[in-house]
């Protein structure tokens, strides 16, 4: 999901489409085009992506990051991204695409089960809450979109089961839009704010570590109920990340975090 600008919108490919408006599209083994999608490609992965890739792999999340991930930093912003490192073959293709096709479907990433759908946080410059714009926007050689199947937005983050995906995402783009702006000074990202505020988006398990073992529950207040929550399940967890990023980083208060 991408953070856009009011005065961008026009310039961006694909179709714009509102939440009532229905697209057609479906995929399926039997389209010549079938799984082409997964080759050659940018994939950045989201906090959740991440989260339950290394989970249905059984890995940790440091694991994951140096086996599956180039982390890279755009120029227009200060927060790094990550990007699926695609196999070492010639098609250089997805490397959990085999031959029976994806690998990882039930938990593959956002924005493979949203395709051909694309999400968007439409900033202003009145400062107002970002609002979530849509567009379809299939690739030419593309033949699901051919098919008469037709749905919603809506309709089709269900069919997906994205709902989880795209609201995770959408918490995500949130903070990643704070980061237009340059909250490190002279530090940088490589200095202990910004590798405090990477561990809390991509590494769970350090950051429940830092939560439940340093004293970081010395020095902040968290309502017993979150704690029990963000204890027992890591979608919680990352959820406070989230939160403890704005705040800690950007100051921005919240009724689940405050200092002592």
């Known amino acids: 999901m991408k953070s856009i ?43 959740y992506d991440l989260l339950r890739l290394k989970n249905s792999l059984k890995v940790s999340s440091e694991a994951f990051l140096d086996r599956y991930v180039d982390v890279v930093m755009k120029p227009d912003s200060f927060f790094p991204e990550l990007l699926l ?14 031959e029976k096709g994806c690998s990882v479907y039930p938990d593959r990433p956002d ?13 202003t410059d009145a400062g107002e809450k970002p609002e979530q714009v849509h567009f379809f926007r299939p690739p030419d050689f593309c033949m699901g979109r051919h098919e008469p199947d037709s749905m919603d937005v809506t309709a089709w983050a269900v069919n997906q089961n994205a709902v989880v995906y795209n ?66 399940n890591q979608t919680e967890l990352l959820k406070f990340g989230f939160t403890w990023i704005s705040f800690f980083i950007w100051g921005i208060k919240s009724a689940d975090i405050s200092s002592r």
């Open 167 to 232: 609201d995770m995402t959408a918490r995500w783009a949130a903070v990643k839009a704070l980061f237009l702006t340059d909250p490190w000074g002279n530090d940088g990202f490589t200095g202990a704010k910004g590798k405090m505020a990477f561990m809390a988006a991509y590494n769970m398990e350090k950051f429940q570590e830092f939560v439940f073992k340093s004293t970081f529950l010395n020095r902040y207040d968290i309502k017993p109920a979150l704690l029990k929550k963000i204890k027992q």
């Open 111 to 123: 924005t493979c089960r949203t395709f051909p759908v694309e999400h968007g946080l439409l900033f």
């Open 5 to 47: 600008h009011l005065k961008e919108i026009e310039t961006l490919p694909g179709k714009r489409i509102e939440k009532s408006d229905t697209f057609n599209f479906r995929c399926h083994r039997g389209l010549s085009c079938f799984n082409q999608c997964c080759r050659n490609l940018n994939l950045f992965l989201y906090p």
């Open 85 to 98: 490192k695609m196999a070492e073959n010639n098609e250089k293709t997805c490397p959990f695409l085999t």
